[in-house]
């Protein structure tokens, strides 16, 4: 859902392709986010509702791009080669968490929202993948995988504090 709760976002499938639509809640209308034939997947509105972030499927690789909510063209913030995907506004909207497999497995990555500054967050030896900010803006939820399974934790936003928690 957007911040007001007037809108959401969301992958739906057209031409059996995933795509990226925004969906007016009280009309019931919905809109591509990205016009054209792109594979477009895991939005998600900015703490103002302003903008969406999401990733673009293109040519092989997958970046992470940034869009106004109401449409436009849409800016290119990740340029790495692999897959950048799960993106999630930090609550001030200054920053975005990522999952990346730029470094060989998925992994944490943080930015500042305008795509400068990226920095990886997890080294733990296992895959780290679906990342999503706590409401202080201190911690960052994901999941786990390793040879002991699945499991559910967070670290700092400095990188420090890795918790398993199931």
Do not use: C, H
């Amino acid at each position: 859902f957007s911040p007001r709760g007037d809108r959401l976002v969301y992958t739906g499938t057209l031409a059996r392709k995933p795509r990226v639509y925004v969906l007016d809640v009280a009309s019931g209308r919905e809109r591509l986010l990205v016009p054209g034939g792109a594979i477009t997947f895991a939005p998600r509105f900015s703490p103002d509702g302003r903008n969406i972030v999401f990733s673009w499927a293109n040519n092989g690789n997958t970046d992470i791009y940034v869009v106004g909510s109401s449409g436009g063209a849409a800016q290119r913030l990740t340029t790495a080669p692999g897959i950048d995907t799960s993106p999630s506004f930090s609550p001030d909207g200054t920053k975005i968490v990522f999952e990346s497999d730029r470094s060989g497995s998925p992994q944490l990555y943080i930015m500042n929202a305008d795509g400068s500054g990226q920095r990886r967050l997890t080294f733990g030896g296992a895959w780290y993948m679906a990342p999503e900010w706590s409401p202080d803006g201190k911690w960052i939820t994901f999941t786990r995988r390793a040879s002991d399974g699945r499991r559910i934790g967070v670290i700092g936003v400095d990188g420090l504090g890795e918790k398993v928690l199931t």
